[in-house]
């Protein structure tokens, strides 16, 4: 058990708990963040297989990890952007009741 | 200080520029730009006149491409020789004076710049007409003269008869003007160019006219014959020769004004001016012998039968006007004369002299109409020497310029050199005779005429209240007055500059002292029978009884009837023209109308054949095959259920799938 | 080394789930601030200061204020006292049960999967490294990045302002 499996290990659980969260939870915030967990998930492994990778001089995946944050960021203002509208549309945030576009 | 033959455009640009704003706008100063812009083409008329008086012999030309067509380049030109500077000279400076005329006659017409809109087309278009250097380009302006003189004459087109005038003289003289283009095209045809003059190769010149002549036709005609006659066609049909002649007196229901100008002094005169321009073409053939007839002896007698008819129906009418059309019918058919017996340039001479004093002439007449409230019957008027002292010494004057009383007026000139052409014309003399004879009715019925409008008592209201009118209309008068009696000092036997200029190649007439003094005593005649018969015993009332219709009812009656031409143009051409258009209609109706209806009603049968095919047979399988397409769609449709927890689980379930599904496989 | 990384792994994964059950949105909004400071505690374990950094700046200062503000403005009154659903109660076992099962496959892979020996040591990477590669290598990039994030934040603002003013049948 190397220390990258273990980081492999915590990103895997972090991304699940973020799974179970997004389907879970009826609060359309809670279903966001979820997702967010999921993200940072997917940046510890990169920061993992690059702390352990081949070729850590290169600092290629900081980089990505810098990236990954910045459309988290967008990713989050819009999505909460849309609760709020949504909100104001249907008077609560639930998500299964949002189903205006269902065929 | 002369005006190159390069700006000659310029002379008919001014009154169509002044025409073009008239079209635009209704202000009453169109008017006096008209003047303004006449009066300039008259300076640049003259201008042009001093530049073709150095030489008079030279034709100049400016020749250009208009388009190309085909094969080859349609070229148009402007000519500036003698004949055309003179024309434009007289058109211009006549013109002025009508404009300057109608300012006072037309001043209380409701449509007075119009009036002025269509006096300048018309003066741009005739202008364009005398600087042509192609028959086309003269043809162009030919028929927008028309259209002028029909806007014109129907100016006053509310009322019937003169909408009716205004048809009468557009459909008579497309006649003419058929034969005109069809000549126009063979010798297009024929020759390849329709310049007049172009280095050699226009259709004036020498190479062109003997190839011309040389041809002889299936009938025996030489082609230059047959193309000339087409040409003279239009000439009979816009110079109101006989047998085409019944319009001109029905267009007196214009405007006065444009009666001087249009029917008296000018677009008439462009019949006579098309035979003089093309006059090397119609005498092409005068050398040849073996030709049934010479297309010029065709114009000689025509003009000798018009020169005659006229100027006897003229005898018979009442209303002041159209004695002065019957009496312009019998001029222009003098100028024919002269034309067909060889002395064009004697021809001109008349056209210039006679544009002067029938101008004169139907001004005066247009004066005393409106003095007299629009009374029109000689009948009725009366005794207006003593109300309207100008206008009757210049009505005199033109009468005596007319009727051709010796040595003071220019008519006596003019008509002496016809009459000593015709003399020595050695075909016939029977066109003499005629002259002769017109020479007696001229001066009788224009006696007739003076006597009955200007003698006696009035004969009603407005004859009675007549008084002068204001110079804007006098003055005119009395310069056409003067111009009446000095122009014919430019073409006597003893000085001929007129024809020399025009034609180099004129020889004055020796002797010819007999046959003057032969006309001067018929003029003497003339003028003593309609004294004896009008003026010994003044009429007293309107109603009496004519001398002449006492002396001869029949001849008298058929006179005033105008010899029925009109009846007999309306029993023959009129009612050929019915018929034509009864059978048209009948054929449109019944025949081609049976035959649409019957390929619609097929239309209708197969389409309704075809609409049953489709809804028993081919529907039923489209209909399956959408409604299957349908369910479908509808199947897939209710899979999206709006559920975001759905989808992502089902996401999630499937990522787990593939795992599995790729870990068993053995991929690692 | 190991014994540190358990522990933050212990406080990220504890906070998340934690922040994953909790009926009340703001005790869930202020665990998970807590689980991100957690990541980046791990970027700091891994050597990856800047990132730690920007973790920091970005999820617990700016997301999670835009998180309170929502739950603020969204929040519903007495929503922790409602009853439990039937449906809720299913979904949350099938979630479960979806996110175990993952787990599980995942987790075996990983647990089986062999890698090369990697160095000991840390790798060094400066402040300086990183800001030269963003500018130069990935240039367009980051431009692309910045424009994006423009696009999305005037999108924000556009999406939730309150357009009762205008009417939607009467707009161009």
């Given at each position: 058990?190397?220390?990258?499996?273990?980081?492999?290990?915590?990103?895997?659980?972090?991304?699940?708990?973020?799974?179970?969260?997004?389907?879970?939870?009826?609060?359309?915030?809670?279903?966001?963040?979820?997702?967010?967990?999921?993200?940072?998930?997917?940046?510890?492994?990169?920061?993992?297989?690059?702390?352990?990778?081949?070729?850590?001089?290169?600092?290629?995946g900081m980089i990505f990890v810098l990236f990954s944050i910045a459309v988290a960021a967008a990713e989050a203002a819009v999505g909460l952007a849309l609760i709020i509208a949504v909100y104001r549309h249907q008077k609560n945030i639930r998500l299964q009741e949002a189903t205006v576009l269902k065929g | 200080m002369t005006l190159p033959v390069q700006l000659l455009w310029l002379i008919p640009a001014l009154p169509l520029l002044v025409a073009g704003i008239g079209a635009l706008t209704r202000h009453r100063g169109v008017a006096l730009a008209a003047i303004f812009a006449m009066a300039g083409s008259f300076v640049l008329s003259c201008l042009a006149l001093a530049g073709a008086l150095q030489d008079p012999a030279v034709h100049a030309t400016y020749n250009f491409a208009w388009f190309d067509l085909g094969h080859g380049t349609l070229r148009l030109g402007f000519l500036l020789d003698p004949l055309t500077a003179l024309m434009t000279t007289m058109v211009t400076f006549v013109g002025t004076l009508i404009f300057i005329f109608s300012l006072g006659y037309m001043k209380k017409d409701e449509n007075f710049s119009r009036f002025f809109c269509f006096l300048c087309l018309f003066a741009a278009a005739m202008l364009g007409l005398l600087v042509a250097n192609s028959l086309l380009l003269l043809f162009i302006c030919w028929e927008l003269v028309g259209l002028a003189s029909y806007l014109l004459i129907g100016f006053w087109f509310h009322k019937p008869s003169a909408a009716a005038a205004a048809k009468k003289a557009f459909i008579t003289t497309r006649i003419g003007d058929l034969g005109f283009l069809l000549g126009l095209l063979w010798l297009a045809d024929s020759t390849g160019s329709l310049l007049f003059f172009d280095n050699g190769h226009g259709v004036l010149e020498a190479a062109t006219l003997a190839s011309l002549s040389g041809q002889t036709l299936a009938c025996g005609l030489a082609l230059s014959t047959a193309i000339g006659l087409l040409i003279f066609c239009g000439a009979i049909g816009k110079s109101g020769q006989f047998p085409l002649h019944v319009w001109l007196p029905d267009a007196m229901e214009?405007?006065?004004?444009?009666?001087?100008?249009?029917?008296?002094?000018?677009?008439?005169?462009?019949?006579?001016?098309?035979?003089?321009?093309?006059?090397?073409?119609?005498?092409?053939?005068?050398?040849?012998?073996?030709?049934?007839?010479?297309?010029?002896?065709?114009?000689?007698?025509?003009?000798?039968?018009?020169?005659?008819?006229?100027?006897?129906?003229?005898?018979?009418?009442?209303?002041?006007?159209?004695?002065?059309?019957?009496?312009?019918?019998s001029q222009l058919g003098y100028m024919m004369l002269a034309l067909g017996v060889g002395a064009w340039s004697a021809a001109i001479f008349h056209l210039l002299t006679h544009a002067f004093f029938k101008a004169l002439l139907f001004l005066g007449a247009g004066s005393v109409i409106h003095a007299a409230h629009h009374e029109q019957d000689i009948r009725r008027l009366g005794g207006l020497r003593t109300k309207m002292k100008f206008t009757f010494a210049s009505f005199a004057i033109g009468m005596m310029a007319l009727s051709g009383v010796p040595f003071l007026f220019s008519g006596f000139w003019s008509k002496e050199a016809i009459l000593h052409a015709a003399h020595e014309w050695n075909v016939s003399h029977l066109p003499l005779y005629a002259g002769l004879c017109a020479v007696v009715l001229t001066a009788f019925y224009m006696t007739r005429l003076v006597a009955e409008t200007f003698f006696g008592q009035p004969r009603s209201h407005g004859a009675d209240h007549a008084h002068e009118n204001t110079a804007a209309m006098t003055a005119p008068l009395v310069i056409l007055a003067a111009c009446a009696v000095l122009l014919g000092f430019l073409g006597t036997p003893y000085w001929p500059w007129l024809q020399k200029t025009l034609d180099p190649h004129y020889e004055a007439t020796q002797g010819g002292l007999g046959l003057m003094l032969l006309s001067i005593g018929l003029v003497g005649a003339g003028l003593g029978l309609g004294w004896w018969l009008y003026g010994r015993k003044l009429r007293a009332t309107a109603a009496d009884r004519d001398p002449l219709a006492t002396a001869a009812p029949f001849v008298m009656a058929a006179l005033a009837n105008r010899l029925g031409f009109d009846e007999l143009y309306a029993a023959t051409v009129g009612r050929l023209n019915t018929a034509t258009a009864a059978l048209a209609a009948f054929l449109d109706r019944y025949v081609i109308g049976g035959l649409v209806t019957f390929l619609a009603q097929l239309g209708i049968f197969s389409g309704s054949v075809n609409r049953q095919m489709d809804e028993a047979n081919l529907n039923g399988g489209f209909d399956a095959v959408s409604e299957s397409v349908r369910e479908t769609g509808l199947f897939y449709s209710r899979k999206q259920t709006g559920e975001t927890h759905g989808y992502l689980r089902v996401v999630a379930v499937a990522f787990v799938l593939l795992f599995l599904v790729l870990a068993l496989g053995g991929v690692r | 080394m190991t014994a540190a990384l358990l522990l933050i792994a212990v406080l990220m994964l504890g906070s998340a789930a934690a922040a994953m059950l909790r009926r009340n949105l703001i005790h869930s909004a202020l665990l998970l601030v807590a689980s991100w400071t957690g990541v980046a505690a791990f970027y700091l374990w891994a050597g990856a200061e800047f990132v730690a950094f920007a973790q920091i700046l970005v999820y617990a200062g700016a997301v999670s204020m835009v998180v309170l503000f929502a739950v603020l403005l969204t929040r519903q009154s007495r929503e922790a006292d409602l009853p439990i659903e039937p449906a809720t109660v299913t979904r949350t076992a099938s979630a479960f049960a979806v996110a175990a099962s993952l787990a599980a496959v995942i987790g075996s892979a990983v647990a089986t999967a062999r890698f090369p020996a990697a160095s000991a040591e840390a790798p060094a990477a400066s402040v300086k490294q990183i800001g030269l590669e963003l500018m130069a290598e990935h240039g367009a990039a980051l431009l692309i990045v910045g424009i994006v994030l423009t696009v999305a934040l005037i999108g924000a603002t556009v999406i939730a302002s309150n357009d009762k003013k205008r009417d939607p049948e009467d707009a161009p």
């Open positions: 058990m190397t220390p990258l499996h273990l980081c492999l290990l915590i990103s895997t659980a972090l991304f699940c708990i973020g799974l179970f969260g997004a389907l879970a939870r009826s609060n359309t915030i809670l279903v966001l963040l979820g997702i967010e967990l999921m993200l940072n998930a997917a940046n510890i492994n990169f920061i993992a297989f690059w702390r352990y990778g081949p070729n850590p001089a290169a600092a290629n | 214009g405007p006065t004004p444009v009666s001087a100008l249009i029917h008296a002094a000018t677009m008439v005169a462009a019949g006579v001016f098309l035979i003089a321009r093309v006059y090397p073409l119609m005498s092409a053939d005068a050398l040849l012998t073996a030709v049934p007839v010479h297309a010029l002896t065709v114009v000689a007698f025509i003009g000798a039968i018009t020169a005659l008819l006229g100027a006897l129906i003229a005898c018979a009418q009442n209303d002041i006007k159209r004695v002065l059309a019957f009496s312009t019918v | -």
